[in-house]
């Protein structure tokens, strides 16, 4: 069985750091892209950052120049390094991973999935 967990987040002051990480594990034959996504109070879920199959990375342009996503392909693990955190960063943070799995009892025949992970808070106020 697929699983996406998530860690790192909690209560920072404003201008400071933290960083996500999101495990995926299970039998998973190709990771197509992961990435980034958060949902403030009364807002809607919106992308802050995705890494794609090619390598290129995409991020929302509230946070350019501050966050950095990055994965461990041998770990399934990403990561979102946030830097010069402000209030408005408060909020809940998902992470998404768009994966491929071989069907069981196939030869070659394969499956694209999604999965979300269960959220992490993260909290910017002094």
């Known amino acids: 069985q697929v699983q996406l967990v998530e860690s790192g987040g909690g209560l920072v002051q404003p201008g400071g750091s933290l960083r996500l990480s999101c495990t995926l594990s299970g039998g998973i034959f190709r990771i197509n892209a992961m990435g980034w996504y958060r949902q403030a109070p009364g807002k809607q879920r919106e992308l802050v950052a995705a890494d794609t199959a090619g390598g290129s990375t995409h991020y929302a342009d509230s946070v350019k120049g501050r966050f950095t996503i990055s994965r461990d392909n041998a770990k399934k693990t990403l990561y979102l390094q946030m830097n010069s955190l402000k209030p408005e960063d408060t909020a809940v943070y998902y992470c998404?991973?768009?994966?491929?799995?071989?069907?069981?009892?196939?030869?070659?025949?394969?499956?694209?999935?999604?999965?979300w992970g269960q959220g992490t808070p993260v909290t910017v106020s002094s």
């Open positions: 998404n991973a768009a994966f491929r799995v071989l069907i069981p009892g196939t030869e070659g025949k394969y499956s694209d999935l999604e999965i």
